[in-house]
């Protein structure tokens, strides 16, 4: 755990005023010469939307969260108004014909006519934050300030980031086109960001009750600090802006654990350890480089985790809520290489430059994405993935062999950030293909965070590749979690003791679960001992239907597995019901291979091997 500020003394005394800074260090920052690499694909996207309306926000389209639980909706619309703002910005800077002028006119007054920034599941409305969220906003009533006054979420924090920088970069050209454009945009940007970020304490993601913090914290500071960074003219009302910012990182870093790594999967280390790193550049640019904490020992763990978890190719571990193909920002992690002076990093940002003529919009991420702009294309380097890594706070193991099997064992809680129960839950990949996978998470809906979160089938242990006993399924919370038992360095074998990761029904008194793999094959030794006889059963799953024959399964992939012949299989299909599971692996049906004892065991010792055929 790192408590980074605090512990090296630094303040937010050495911020600049407004006039002195400089985005990314630099004297002179030039937005029509930065966008010139991608003048062509900003001005070919806006031209085709020049006789696109903006999106409509209607309100019952923001009640559908409440009345139906869909959240996908409303956020297509929201996001889509705001992509479509920057792109035609961007288009009239890097072009200044004014041909788009008066669409990013219109945008903005969209933006601006919101009655809340804040998305409809993070809508707390003026109740405490731990209240639930309702179906409209009460903005800016008569008897109360309302929520945007009170409270920032995810995307209130992001919009908010994205506008600075309009409002940053327009001055020339909506000036002359009328000036109370940009003014009312600057008393927006006090009223819905400064003001309840200065005057409240109450919002979750600050840490003020001393709570658990997850990818929020860094990521709404990433865009309070553009805001203040860009827009904030009061040099201490800016330095005390700085200051809170500083204590809210420093409660997030305490949490982290020390091995780096990032409890919520890679496909939200973007937001995570991305944002904090995010954070760290805005710092040093508010102050002239004077906050430099770039050589924090946590901090390069933290930002090398991403290289480490990489499968192949686009393929990422998946645990919890994380995507398969998370897609991380190579011109960041370039960045990072370079800042943290960690030449694997930076080799590793050089395998994973896709579209290099194309900068993505990160309006959520504003600051990375005016920096994406700048950061040159990493020309490529050799890169060779570590054998093996272990995260021992994690406790996830992940081994490579030379051959191209991938295997990665987790142990954890059931209490971690964007949890699922699946303590004990290990993949196994040949190259880019899967043999034993994690499904991943379907489409946030309102039940996705809710007490019916772990009736979701993607959620349960069920469906992940996890032991269960007698008929008693993991549950929720931190109680139920694993405990290290050995690591072998060279070998890459770790052994966990999961008897307290599974409820007390399930009456264990003890189970070990080891995984390795060595010379292309995988081992998995379940040692299992419970109090009385009881029933068994080893859980997998796995993409295409296999083949059975008595105790070998046989997978389409050109891989067998071999088990104890005690063990009955049978198996059944998933189906993904064509939402964002099955787009993202590609096709319509999983298998879900289980392994039950014949009879009913006291003490037994199960061995899979798995090997290409």
């Not at 006039?19 to 029509?32: K, M, V």
């Not at 999106?55 to 969260?65: C, E, F």
């Not at 993409?543 to 024959?549: A, G, K, Q, R, W």
């Amino acid at each position: 755990m790192g408590i980074i500020f605090a512990k090296r003394g630094i303040t937010a005394d050495t911020v600049v005023p407004r006039a002195a800074f400089r985005p990314f260090g630099r004297d002179s920052f030039d937005i029509r010469e930065t966008l010139t690499p991608y003048r062509a694909q900003f001005i070919s996207r806006a031209e085709a939307m020049l006789d696109k309306p903006y999106p409509m926000l209607d309100a019952s389209v923001y009640m559908q969260y409440i009345r139906n639980g869909n959240r996908s909706n409303y956020e297509g619309l929201y996001f889509g108004r705001r992509n479509m703002l920057t792109t035609f910005a961007m288009a009239e800077l890097a072009e200044g014909k004014g041909r788009f002028t008066d669409k990013v006119i219109d945008g903005m007054w969209h933006i601006m006519e919101e009655s809340t920034w804040i998305l409809p599941a993070h809508n707390w409305s003026g109740k405490p934050v731990t209240g639930g969220v309702v179906s409209l906003p009460d903005t800016f009533s008569s008897e109360d300030e309302g929520d945007d006054m009170k409270h920032i979420d995810l995307f209130s924090a992001g919009t908010g980031g994205q506008m600075a920088w309009l409002w940053y970069l327009t001055e020339d050209l909506l000036d002359r086109e009328n000036p109370v454009i940009r003014r009312r945009l600057l008393s927006q940007l006090r009223q819905r960001i400064l003001h309840p970020f200065y005057t409240y304490d109450h919002d979750w993601w600050m840490g003020e009750k001393g709570n658990t913090l997850n990818n929020w914290t860094p990521w709404i500071v990433s865009n309070i600090l553009t805001v203040i960074a860009l827009c904030e003219d009061d040099t201490e009302q800016r330095r005390a802006g700085v200051a809170k910012c500083l204590t809210i990182l420093d409660r997030y870093t305490a949490g982290l654990p020390d091995d780096g790594g990032c409890d919520e999967g890679p496909g939200y280390w973007g937001v995570a350890g991305g944002s904090l790193f995010d954070c760290l550049e805005l710092l040093s640019d508010l102050s002239g480089g004077a906050i430099d904490v770039f050589d924090e020992p946590l901090v390069r763990r933290f930002c090398e985790y991403i290289m480490n978890v990489s499968i192949k190719g686009e393929l990422y571990i998946n645990f919890a809520d994380a995507s398969s193909r998370p897609n991380p920002d190579f011109r960041m992690i370039s960045r990072m290489g370079r800042r943290l002076s960690s030449p694997r990093l930076a080799a590793f940002a050089s395998t994973i430059v896709r579209s290099p003529d194309i900068c993505n919009l990160a309006d959520a991420q504003s600051y990375r994405f005016y920096a994406n702009l700048a950061e040159p294309i990493p020309e490529k380097q050799d890169y060779t993935p570590a054998h093996c890594t272990f995260f021992p706070d994690l406790q996830v193991a992940v081994t490579r062999d030379p051959g191209g099997m991938f295997l990665a064992l987790k142990g954890g809680s059931n209490g971690e950030s964007h949890n699922h129960n699946d303590v004990g839950q290990f993949i196994l990949f040949d190259g880019d293909t899967p043999i034993f996978l994690d499904a991943g998470v379907e489409q946030y809906c309102k039940d996705t965070f809710s007490e019916k979160r772990y009736t979701l089938w993607a959620m349960r242990g069920r469906y992940h590749n996890i032991a269960e006993f007698n008929g008693a399924e993991q549950k929720p919370g931190g109680n139920f979690r694993a405990e290290t038992v050995s690591y072998d360095e060279q070998s890459g074998k770790l052994t966990l003791e999961l008897k307290n990761a599974h409820p007390a029904e399930a009456d264990i008194a003890s189970y070990k679960r080891s995984a390795m793999l060595e010379n292309g094959v995988v081992t998995v030794v379940d040692d299992i001992c419970l109090n009385a006889p009881g029933q068994v059963e080893l859980r997998y799953l796995t993409p295409d239907e296999p083949t059975i024959t008595g105790s070998m399964v046989t997978f389409r992939s050109g891989h067998k597995a071999v088990f104890d012949d005690s063990l009955a299989v049978t198996v059944d299909a998933v189906d993904l019901g064509g939402g964002k599971i099955a787009r993202e692996w590609r096709r319509e049906t999983m298998y879900r291979i289980t392994l039950s004892a014949k009879k009913p065991v006291k003490d037994a010792v199960y061995t899979m091997t798995v090997s290409r055929a």
